[in-house]
């Protein structure tokens, strides 16, 4: 076995047996010649001659790499200093007072819709659920339906008291239900944003499981309809009731009448509204929404065979709540139940034109485009062009709904500055119902619709439209909205807040039973209240969100409770006014949402059929 020499040549390490002493000798000899014959490396005399001075090693061997000692002691120490200046600055970063970013406040508009939805929550009837969060309400009038031996629906429990009585009125009661659907529908992202989806969606479910109790909603057809619960009176009528009375409804001890209706097109059709937009909310519950849509189809199918006005043979009902027709209640009602079903025999309904005539859609009038609690025509004109605009249906529904279209171009035109169809306060609201008491609820309705069409717009990648001649762009849509739900909200010439508890300047003494008289443990009976009613204090509890009548003609307010036409608010006028703040709230970038209204819709056009296979010879 070799080795290899030093010097060079091979070297023999197993030769111990073969070689004898003089051979090694003389072989040491050999080796100290050849190592002689050349210069010795400093290496190599250290071997030979053993340890000798030791000198300053030069380089420092780290293992798998051999660095020069000053620049091996120059990265060490440069590694040192910066790992202590490192920990300096982490010390002053630590020990140093930080400003936290907080996320903008929210608007107003997102601060006013979150006070506007706590109103329904103070207008609940029933057993109340325990995240309320109406510290003066309690469980109330809990006989609804037992205590009226005539009827046969004995189980009335639940919805909303309409205004600042504890009527339950199913008609406006289903418009207002509709409003805040269709605003979820179009708006889920704003909502959420807000933090108020589940609350909304809440409130919606609490009016729908009170209006599947006021019919037969199992059933396939019915003949007969709850269309209020509770009774108004009339001003010499002396008998304990809903409007004599002036009391809170949890101190409610007196019966309660359920009025019962044979043939009522319109409240129907409005009923049958409401569950349908509100299945579309609850399309993720595939359950209820397909209780909401059978119940909505059952009521619209009786709302078709049993013709009438709700209002024509009660006088109550005309009174308060009278309805001048049921042609809208049928376009509107067809049209929530195409979105809520895509059954296209609803559409063709609503796109009837002899229906639509009736209905008012081919001619002007003093209320032409004003959206009510009686008139939902504008609402469903706005509707069915929301379908033209990203569906596009074409034959046999292009010309109906391109004058639909056109139509609702020429209201929202009226809205506007620069035409006279409507006049304005000197603080620059318009006067939709042209002086009359109670205004406000017509403004926000307006301002609901001119946002959510704006968008729509938007949405189709349309800059404007034309009034006339002249072209406007969508942002005139919205800033008319902007200044009216602004003026409600203190920029008018009172610097008052119709909105109460918004800003520090509302209404103080709010019409309204519950909040004019103190829980305080007495109950207080029919008469026994009126002092509360009377009386010149402010209220003692503060019905949060409630959004007033509103001003008069003059802007002139007067803040007493026993004026109802200045400070009474009411179920419908509040749900106008959310759905309005929520298509205002938030950013621009949030945008409305243009599928979920779809979502029942089959194709327009059928999918065309595959192509054929390849020719084979």
């Known amino acids: 076995m070799y080795g290899r020499d030093p010097w060079g040549g091979p070297?023999?390490?197993?030769?111990?047996?073969?070689?004898t002493d003089d051979d090694r000798s003389r072989n040491l000899q050999d080796y100290?010649?050849?190592a002689l014959s050349r210069p010795l490396d400093e290496t190599q005399q250290s071997w030979?001659?053993?340890?000798?001075?030791?000198?300053?090693?030069k380089y420092v061997d780290l293992g798998c790499i051999i660095v020069s000692r000053k620049i091996f002691v120059w990265t060490v120490g440069t590694i040192l200093a910066?790992?202590?200046?490192?920990?300096?600055?982490?010390?002053i970063v630590k020990t140093v007072p930080r400003h936290h970013h907080h996320p903008p406040p929210p608007d107003n508009y997102t601060v006013a819709l979150r006070k506007a939805l706590m109103f329904f929550n103070a207008q609940r009837s029933g057993k109340l659920p325990k995240h309320n969060n109406v510290s003066w309400r309690g469980n109330s009038c809990l006989n609804d339906g037992k205590s009226d031996s005539a009827t046969i629906f004995k189980d009335l429990v639940g919805g909303y008291y309409d205004a600042g009585d504890a009527i339950k009125f199913n008609f406006p009661q289903s418009f207002a239900m509709t409003m805040l659907s269709w605003s979820v529908i179009e708006y889920s992202a704003k909502y959420e944003a807000a933090g108020e989806l589940s609350h909304v969606k809440d409130i919606i479910k609490w009016g729908t499981d009170y209006f599947l109790k006021s019919f037969n909603s199992t059933a396939d057809s019915i003949d007969q309809l709850v269309m209020q619960v509770g009774k108004g009176g009339t001003p010499d009528d002396s008998d304990p009731n809903d409007h004599y009375c002036w009391m809170r409804p949890e101190d409610i001890d007196y019966d309660r009448p359920v009025a019962i209706c044979h043939a009522c097109s319109d409240l129907a059709a409005d009923m049958a509204a409401a569950l349908a937009s509100a299945s579309i909310v609850f399309k993720d519950n595939k359950a209820y929404s397909q209780k909401l849509v059978h119940g909505a189809k059952t009521l619209f199918k009786f709302s078709r065979d049993q013709r009438g006005r709700y209002s024509a043979g009660s006088n109550e009902a005309s009174v308060f709540y009278n309805s001048t027709s049921y042609w809208d209640?049928?376009?509107w009602g067809a049209s929530w139940l195409?979105?809520?079903?895509?059954?296209?025999?609803?559409?063709?309904?609503?796109?009837t034109p002899g229906i639509a005539k009736h209905a008012g859609a081919f001619w002007g009038g003093p209320y032409y485009g004003v959206l009510s609690w009686d008139n939902k025509l504008a609402g469903a004109q706005v509707l069915l062009s929301r379908l033209r605009l990203f569906l596009n249906p074409g034959y046999p529904y292009e010309e109906i709904l391109k004058t639909f279209h056109n139509q609702t171009g020429i209201f929202l035109c009226s809205f506007l500055p620069d035409f006279t169809t409507f006049n304005r306060t000197k603080g620059g609201m318009i006067q939709l119902n042209h002086g009359a008491p109670q205004p406000l609820q017509y403004v926000v309705n307006a301002a609901f619709l001119a946002t959510v069409f704006s968008d729509y717009l938007d949405a189709a990648d349309t800059p404007g439209w034309y009034c006339g001649p002249h072209f406007y762009q969508t942002s005139a849509l919205r800033k008319f909205a902007e200044t009216q739900i602004n003026y409600i909200l203190g920029k008018n010439p009172r610097k008052m807040s119709y909105v109460v508890g918004f800003g520090n300047?509302?209404?103080?003494?709010v019409h309204h039973r519950g909040a004019s008289i103190p829980k305080n443990k007495v109950k207080y009976n029919c008469k026994g209240g009126w002092k509360w009613r009377d009386s010149k204090k402010p209220n003692p509890n503060t019905i949060v969100g409630a959004m007033v009548a509103g001003p008069d003609r003059r802007d002139g307010f007067h803040d007493v409770r026993t004026n109802y036409n200045?400070?009474?608010p009411t179920l419908a006028g509040n749900a106008g006014l959310v759905a309005a703040l929520v298509a205002l709230s938030g950013d621009r970038t949030t945008k409305i949402d243009k599928n979920t209204i779809f979502s029942s819709v089959p194709p327009m056009f059928p999918t065309p059929p595959p192509p054929p296979a390849p020719w084979k010879p």
Request: proline share 4%; net charge negative.
């Open 505 to 509: 300047h509302y209404p103080k003494h």
């Open 566 to 568: 200045y400070t009474e």
């Open 48 to 57: 030979l001659l053993g340890p000798g001075e030791q000198k300053k090693k």
């Open 329 to 331: 209640e049928f376009v």
């Open 32 to 34: 100290d010649r050849a």
């Open 338 to 351: 195409y979105y809520a079903t895509g059954n296209s025999s609803y559409l063709q309904l609503a796109t």
């Open 82 to 91: 910066a790992g202590l200046l490192a920990g300096f600055i982490t010390l």
């Open 11 to 19: 070297l023999e390490i197993n030769a111990a047996d073969s070689a």
